[in-house]
């Protein structure tokens, strides 16, 4: 028998099919997110009060970096602690954590204080995201799985729209504090649904001493890595000794995490798991499809501002296309998927899309329609939501119960790593064209130009992707059905 599926039932027989208790945990989980995808948005809307009132511009950008390294850095920890000790208690630890981080950050008294908390509150993010994808995981089978991928990204695309509206209107009206003091309440009532409604899956795996170590040396080196390219060619140049620096550690800690993964009895990155080959081709699609959607949320704004002269409230709501597309595509793909249990198609057609959305937009910037950049990055927003969530979905599907959360993580891990190394590549190759002396809209042009053909390459690897069809739900009461042959 199939090991690896009849150990997705981590619930009790038919509470898959407890459709209301389903559906109110399913809330409780994506209240639970709310927090960490709200604090990215609305923080950015308050960087410039937050410097006026304690330091400069310079100063808070540590408060990105400091964020975003320790929330990708602990992102594998968090997963593997959560198949360890359950997925639930966990992603309640976190939950608390970021909310107490949170109202920290808001009391912080001067610029030091601010980024040290908002430090810890990256390392409590780390958890949210990657507990709650594993929390749907033991929430529902793999074929309602699809959907309820799709729930979360349409809530989050509007997040991402609303977010720096919210932000605004807190800075303006209320105080930068409450960027922070926002969370409060909204993860408050996330802890206490998720206490009320989200069953707790029991705890998978034989109990083996944690791999500290190996935590230790992954996060040194993605630290290492992640500094060099959110400083790299801005705080110093790619050639100083800081960023050299920076390149020699990540490598030399990289390499001594592979020499300790290799002996340690249970190591935080689990090789075995990164080597099958439904990780292996998600986290590659991943890592491209996060670096190219930075493409757009970072440069079509620039292009609206720079080059067409819109404000940047204005430029922002701009962008509203590209997350309808987003919401539209992830919910007709969701169901389509939940009614056939078939998913490769669409990850290979948003990545397709998007590689056509890129490919428009490199020709519609030296043009001056606006009408027609929306219509590309709606292209490119119909594509992205084909693909980051499903892909996700094939790796739960390929992996057992006892190890879901780190696998969760890894998809996290490489997204953000895609993210970071995406932005400093294109941000590079943006600041090269101007150096050169070409206009702000060549620049972009050149940009596009670029993250076209990293969207193609996509592609081509996505087409790699085996499926194994996913298991229909499970009828209450009864055993799971057999799981069909791979396919690809």
């Known amino acids: 028998m199939d090991t690896q599926h ?59 970096a400091a964020y975003v390294v320790a929330a990708t850095a602990v992102t594998p920890v968090w997963g593997k ?49 990657t507990l709650a994808m594993a929390a749907v995981g033991d929430l529902v089978s793999m074929r309602e799985r699809g959907r309820y991928q799709g729930y979360i990204a349409a809530t989050f695309a509007g997040a991402t729209v609303l977010g720096p509206l919210v932000g605004g209107v807190l800075v303006e009206h209320a105080s930068w504090r409450w960027v922070f003091y926002v969370n409060l309440p909204v993860g408050v009532a996330a802890l206490a649904a998720l206490t009320a409604k989200l069953p707790a899956a029991a705890a998978g795996g034989e109990r083996k001493p944690l791999d500290v170590l190996g935590a230790a040396l992954l996060a040194g080196a993605t630290s290492a890595l992640l500094l060099m390219c959110v400083w790299g060619g801005d705080r110093y140049a790619w050639d100083s ?34 080597a ?16 190219c959607i930075f493409a757009v949320t970072v440069f079509v704004p620039v292009f ?3 080059a067409r002269g819109i404000g940047a409230t204005e430029a922002g709501l701009l962008l509203v296309p590209m997350m309808a597309g987003i919401t539209l595509s992830t919910t007709v793909a969701g169901r389509t998927i ?36 929306d219509a590309a990055i709606a292209v490119f927003g119909l594509g992205f939501g084909m693909v980051s969530q499903f892909l996700v979905v094939a790796v739960q599907n390929a992996v057992d119960r006892t190890q879901l959360g780190i696998a969760t993580a890894a998809t996290g891990f490489f997204r953000a790593l895609g993210g970071a190394i995406g932005a400093a590549a294109l941000g590079a190759v943006f600041t090269a064209r101007a150096a050169g002396g070409a206009g702000v809209a060549d620049a972009v042009q050149t940009v596009f130009l670029v993250a076209a053909p990293l969207a193609a390459i996509g592609l081509v690897i996505v ?7 996913l298991q229909e739900r499970r009828a209450p009461n009864g055993p799971p059905q057999a799981r069909p042959a791979a396919s690809s």
């Open 81 to 129: 602690l959560g198949d360890r000790l359950g997925h639930k208690p966990m992603l309640q630890l976190s939950l608390a954590g970021f909310v107490t981080a949170s109202a920290l950050c808001g009391l912080a008294q001067d610029i030091t204080q601010l980024v040290v908390t908002r430090a810890v509150q990256g390392v409590f993010a780390g958890g949210l995201m």
């Open 6 to 64: 009849t150990s997705q039932g981590s619930l009790p027989d038919g509470a898959d099919a407890a459709g209301g208790s389903v559906r109110l945990a399913f809330m409780a989980l994506v209240l639970a997110m709310l927090p960490a995808v709200l604090d990215q948005t609305i923080l950015a809307t308050g960087l410039p009060t937050i410097a006026r009132d304690l330091g400069t511009l310079s100063d808070v950008s540590w408060l990105v």
């Open 338 to 373: 939940a009614r056939t249990g078939r998913y490769k198609r669409f990850p290979v057609a948003g990545l397709g899309l998007m590689t056509a959305g890129l490919a428009l937009l490199a020709v519609v910037t030296g043009g001056t329609s606006i009408l027609a950049t």
């Open 463 to 469: 087409l790699r992707l085996p499926e194994v069809p």
């Open 304 to 306: 609206l501002q720079a």
């Open 276 to 291: 099958k080959p439904a990780v292996a081709v998600a986290s590659a699609g991943l890592f491209l499809a996060t670096a």
């Open 241 to 274: 000794a800081q960023i050299v620096g920076l390149a020699a550690s990540a490598l030399v800690l990289a390499g001594l995490l592979v020499l300790r993964e290799r002996r340690a009895v249970d190591p935080i990155v689990p090789f075995d798991v990164l």
